[in-house]
C-alpha cells in the first residue's frame, strides 16, 4: 500500500472507529494518528523525539516504551479473517472490507534495563534492527526478550540464518507456551521454528509463571487462548496484550469476535474481555502486537 493510500485507510479506520464507538470521546483525525506514528508526538505521555515512521515512543512512569513496526507500511487484515458473526454484520462494521493492522514489537526502556517485547517476523525486510538503530541500540544491548507467544511472527526476529540476533538477551518464555509447543501431539508439525529457536538460546531461556514479576518490574499475565500460553505484560499502566486482538477496530467494539488463527475460540473471547476490563479499571493504556499506528490506544 502506498502512503497515500494508508493515510486514507487510517482516516477511514478513524470514520470506523467513531461509527463503532471505539474511539469513545477520543478528538484525533486519522491524520492526527498518522502524524503521531510519522513524529513520534502526540498525547501529553510521548516522548518528542525525531522517530522514523513506524517507530513510537511513549512514556509510563519510570518506563519508555517504543512500538516498532515491523512492515514497512500498515496493512489492512480482511473481515473474512473474522469469525465469530454473520459475515453480513461484520461487513457493516468494517465497510471498508478490512480493518487497519501490523506486525510490531515494543521495546521497554526501564531501571538502565532494554527490554524487547516479542521480535516480530524477521523477514528479510523487518524493521525491528532499524528501528532499534533509530533509537541508538544494538542487538547486543538487547539485556532481556519477553515473548508473548511462539507463533513465527513473534518470535522470528530472534534468529538469522540460523544464529541468534541478540547475543547477549536473557529470554523470558511462559512456562505453559513453552509446554504446549514443545510437547503437545497437536502441535507436532508446526513446532520447528519455536524448537530451533528454544534451543539456540537454550543456555539463556528462563520460563515464567503467570502471575510473576519480571525484571524491570513487569507482570506477567494469563492470556491464554490465542494460543495455550499466551502470556500479556504490564508496564506500568500500559498493558502490552500481544495477540489479544488482530483488528482493534473491530474486535475492541466487538469483542466476541475471533481471529481465525486464535487456536482455542471461547477462551480468546474470554481472554480479550478480562483483558480490556482489567485495562480500563486501572486506567491503562491498550498496546498489541497487531494494532496500527501508533501502537497504543488510551480510549476504547
Ligand atoms: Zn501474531
Redesign the pocket.
Known amino acids: 500500500m502506498r502512503r497515500r493510500e494508508w493515510l486514507r485507510s487510517v482516516a477511514s479506520a478513524a470514520v470506523l472507529l467513531a461509527a463503532t464507538g471505539c474511539a469513545n470521546g477520543s478528538k484525533k483525525s486519522g491524520a492526527d494518528v498518522a502524524s503521531d506514528a510519522a513524529e513520534g508526538t502526540g498525547t501529553s505521555g510521548d516522548v518528542r523525539a525525531a522517530l522514523p515512521d513506524g517507530v513510537v515512543s511513549r512514556r509510563f512512569g519510570s518506563a519508555k516504551i517504543t512500538w516498532i513496526r515491523d512492515n514497512e507500511e500498515g496493512q489492512m487484515r480482511a473481515n473474512q479473517m473474522f469469525v465469530g458473526a454473520d459475515s453480513t454484520r461484520i461487513a457493516q462494521w468494517a465497510p471498508e472490507g478490512g480493518v487497519p493492522t501490523a506486525?510490531a514489537a515494543y521495546l521497554v526502556e526501564v531501571d538502565g534495563k532494554r527490554i524487547l517485547i516479542d521480535t516480530a517476523n524477521g523477514k528479510p525486510d523487518s524493521r525491528l534492527l532499524p528501528g532499534l538503530a533509530a533509537l541508538g541500540i544494538q542487538p547486543e544491548a538487547i539485556d532481556y526478550i519477553y515473548i508473548t507467544h511462539f507463533?513465527g511472527?513473534?518470535l522470528g526476529g530472534m534468529m538469522k540464518e540460523g544464529a541468534p540476533v541478540f547475543a547477549n538477551a536473557q529470554v523470558y518464555v511462559s512456562a505453559p507456551e513453552y509446554d504446549a509447543w514443545m510437547t503437545s501431539p497437536a502441535l507436532a508439525g508446526r513446532r520447528a521454528q519455536a524448537e530451533a529457536t528454544m534451543r539456540a538460546y537454550e543456555a539463556r531461556l528462563r520460563k515464567f509463571a503467570f502471575g510473576d514479576t519480571l525484571p524491570g518490574g513487569i507482570l506477567a499475565m494469563d492470556a491464554v487462548g490465542h494460543t495455550p500460553g499466551h502470556a500479556a505484560f504490564v508496564v506500568d499502566k500500559c498493558l502490552i496484550g500481544g495477540?489479544f486482538v488482530h483488528g482493534a477496530a473491530l474486535q475492541l467494539a466487538h469483542p466476541e469476535l475471533c481471529a481465525r488463527?486464535d487456536m482455542d475460540v471461547p477462551k480468546s473471547v474470554e481472554t480479550r474481555k478480562r483483558l480490556m476490563a482489567y485495562a480500563k479499571e486501572n486506567g491503562m493504556t491498550l498496546a498489541g502486537?497487531?494494532l496500527p499506528a501508533p501502537g497504543f490506544i488510551e480510549r476504547w
Open positions: 506486525i507463533h511472527d513473534h495477540d488463527f502486537m497487531h
